[in-house]
């Protein structure tokens, strides 16, 4: 169902990693609401061709999908990326940073090769892509929006996975750094913090209810979010209905940042 008022049909959209989970989810909204979406991957064509025909199936106000294969932390193939999607599309209105992958290691033992990696994709392909944006809009004077999947542990720490909680951290602040920089020129930037999530990251647990229940008791809500649920975030914020926000993270994780443990007074 439609909420935008067809805000975003006809809009120019790159979603990153959106071959799966909610990137997937969110190119498929766009799509419904008659947007034209190019869709990133990085590694899987078949999963990023099932995302084009599922943008298909959804469609009912128009536009078209591409499919455009880019590692985010490869300056060049971020490049090449966006020079692929403005030949085809004409111009851009929203990108979606949705890249974003983790590595479980205790900290003292993390490999550097692993924490870079991280960093790369999470953190300066997210940049890559917010300057590529940006240089466009500024060329053509006109105004855009950038959205970043970042995550409740941009705030909440997360022991074991070091370089994903840094790099949504320095995702925050990047945020706020451009949505400031670039809103004179009516370019807005701002964050989606997902929770739990039902997506293939977080298989480890999904699909074992024992250990599904485990992660659902600590959420204020009681259950795991849909990559739906974050999809409709991003298309809210990406629409004219939210066009005096900038610079904002908008968590949507069911209570997980409102300290759950605290529900019973313990400490007073």
């Not at 990137?23 to 899987?44: C, D, L, W």
């Not at 078949?46 to 590692?71: F, N, P, S, Y």
């Not at 900290?107 to 090769?113: F, P």
Request: glycine share 8%; charged share 20%; with cysteine.
């Amino acid at each position: 169902m439609s909420t935008t008022h067809d805000s975003l049909k006809g809009k120019n959209v790159i979603v990153t990693g959106a071959s799966t989970g909610i990137g997937r989810a969110t190119a498929i909204r766009f799509a419904a609401e008659g947007a034209n979406v190019a869709i990133n991957y990085s590694r899987s064509a078949k999963e990023a061709e099932d995302t084009q025909r599922m943008c298909q199936a959804a469609r009912t106000k128009g536009g078209k999908e591409i499919v455009i294969q880019a590692d985010v932390a490869d300056e060049a193939q971020v490049k090449a990326m966006f020079a692929a999607t403005l030949t085809e599309f004409g111009g851009l209105d929203v990108l979606i940073n949705n890249s974003g992958i983790q590595k479980e290691a205790p900290s003292h033992e993390l490999e550097m090769a692993d924490f870079d990696r991280v960093i790369g994709v999470n953190l300066r392909g997210a940049f890559l892509c917010a300057r590529e944006a940006l240089r466009h809009f500024v060329a053509n004077n006109r105004p855009g929006v950038i959205l970043n999947n970042s995550s409740v542990h941009e705030i909440i720490p997360k022991p074991g996975y070091v370089s994903y909680s840094i790099s949504k951290g320095g995702l925050e602040n990047m945020t706020r750094t451009l949505a400031l920089e670039y809103a004179g020129r009516r370019i807005r930037v701002n964050s989606v913090s997902p929770g739990a999530i039902v997506t293939p990251i977080n298989n480890s647990w999904i699909n074992d209810p024992a250990a599904r229940a485990g992660v659902e008791s600590h959420i204020p809500m009681g259950r795991a979010g849909s990559a739906e649920e974050m999809a409709a975030v991003f298309a809210f914020l990406a629409s004219d209905e939210a066009s005096y926000i900038t610079g904002q993270t908008l968590f949507a994780c069911g209570g997980l940042t409102l300290f759950p443990e605290f529900r019973e007074n313990w400490a007073s």
